[in-house]
Each structure stands twice: as C-alpha cells, then as structure tokens.
C-alpha cells in the first residue's frame, strides 16, 4: 500500500552477517512459551499479545528489531505492526525456526573445483574503442555515472550495435549497479523487445533483484510497459518473486493488461501453526 512503512525480510544466510552488525538489536520469538523455552535463540524475549504495547511503548523506535516465528508467516504480521508503530528498522526470518534449524544440520557442502581459467579477451573493435572513449569509459567493464558498465548505458540507450559489441568481447554479464539494477533493468526502461531478448540469451540474469527485491519484471509491471512484461513473461521471468516489502509483480501491474498476463493472482498466504 502507498504510505506503508516496510521491513526487510531476511534468509537465513542473511541472518549471521545481519545480527553482528546490529549487537544491541532487539530479538522477537512469536512462538508459543513452550517453544521458546525449548529452542529460542539467546538474548530473545517472547513477543505476545501480552506484552506487546510494553515492547513497543517502551523501546527506542530506532533500535533494530528482529523477529522470528515457526515458519515466517506470523512474524510478517508482526514485523509489520513494529514497522506502522514507527520503528525504523525492523526485520523478519523467512522460513522462521524451521528455516535456521534446517541450515544448523544442514551438511557442508563441498568445496567447489576451482573455476577454467578465463579465455583471453580479444581487444575491442575500432568501432567499440571509439565508443568507449567517446562516453568517458577507458575499459569495456569499467563503471561510469551511478555505477552503470557501458553495457547497462548501452542498453538504455537502446543501441544495439554496442550492446552486440560488449557481449561479444566478452564483457561481465552480471554487473549491477548502486541500486542493484543489471543491464536488463536499463534495456526495459528503453522498452527495446529484441535488445531485451539479447540480453537474456546471453546470460544476463532475468530475474536479478535489486536492492528493494524488485526484479526487471516488476519494473515492468509497474510501468505499465505490458509489451516489456509479456517479453520478459516468454523468455521465463519469475512472476512468484517478491520485493522486500512483500510485493510481487501482480500486485504492481499498472495496467489492466498487465494485470491480464500476470494472472492469476496470487494465492493468500496460509496461518502460522506449531510444528
């Protein structure tokens, strides 16, 4: 809803990095008293219906608050309840309990091989030379204005003759910039379908998220850009994806078409229950 303060939904892989980089935040255990006298993490306090307006009348809104349950449903209930009181950092576990005891016996996985070593790049062409030099880039991977690569530039600028260019000399296919956008974000603000379609067959991920969660198709959505949205729909974009704020692309559809492809709608999101 427009207005409505959001908090951020971390993974468990989220939660270590998240929790030492916030020590004097205040951890929430929805579950039931049992439950949290069994398992519930050190330092957490039960958050019911209880004590609830004691927590959030007597906590300074800017201490970081974090909240877990079972499985992740109901501590979105209360996650955003913190949020609408006025708290300015507030955070839930996706998968709730369930999610971190699964990844605690989870067994390591093995090292990986390490990766060939990458094929030697052949210099650019003339005409990509020129092209760079003229935009103020002194390497095909280099970053100008807001983090943009000159493929993410070329790409916005619709030009595909460049674009061609870069993916051929081999360029970094996954680059994003400082708002987490990749070359298919600024390819779907131009609205160019075949440039789109390159960028997506060359490797370029279609459903990279951004720093909100939102992915190229949601910008779509949004936009109203409903010949982008049945683009990026054909070529295998992830309608179930969700931004941070819990929004998918059916719920941003700017448009009656767009909501027409990205039917049907979601399905409601079941309760919360002990194991």
Not at 8 to 24: D, I, K, Q
Not at 30 to 45: E, K
Not at 72 to 90: I, K, L, P, R
Not at 213 to 238: E, F, I, N, P
Request: charged share 20%; aromatic share 6%; with cysteine.
């Amino acid at each position: 809803m427009k207005g409505q303060r959001v908090f951020r939904r971390l993974t468990v892989a989220e939660l270590g990095p998240w929790c030492a980089s916030h020590p004097t935040a205040l951890l929430l255990d929805t579950r039931d008293a049992a439950s949290h006298a069994r398992d519930g993490w050190p330092g957490a306090v039960r958050l019911s219906g209880e004590n609830q307006d004691t927590l959030l009348l007597r906590t300074a809104r800017t201490r970081p608050v974090l909240i877990y349950c079972y499985h992740g449903n109901a501590s979105q209930s209360w996650a955003q309840m913190f949020a609408d009181f006025g708290f300015t950092e507030v955070s839930d576990l996706i998968g709730g309990q369930a999610a971190w005891v699964a990844a605690q016996n989870a067994p390591a996985p093995a090292a990986p091989p390490p990766p060939p070593p990458a094929p030697p790049r052949k210099p650019p062409t003339q005409a990509l030379s020129d092209w760079l030099r003229a935009e103020g880039f002194d390497d095909p991977d280099a970053r100008g204005a807001h983090g943009n690569t000159p493929l993410m530039l070329a790409a916005w600028r619709g030009d595909a003759a460049i674009v061609n260019a870069l993916i051929h000399h081999g360029v970094t296919l996954d680059a994003v910039n400082r708002d987490g956008n990749n070359a298919l974000w600024l390819a779907c603000v131009h609205g160019d379908l075949s440039g789109i379609d390159r960028l997506v067959r060359a490797g370029v991920p279609i459903d990279q998220t951004n720093t909100t969660g939102a992915t190229a198709l949601m910008y779509a959505a949004s936009s109203g850009k409903a010949a982008v949205l049945r683009q990026l729909l054909a070529l295998g974009a992830d309608a179930s994806l969700r931004t941070q704020d819990d929004f998918s692309a059916l719920d941003m559809a700017a448009s009656v078409e767009c909501l027409r492809l990205l039917r049907p709608a979601r399905q409601p999101i079941p309760s919360e229950s002990p194991p």
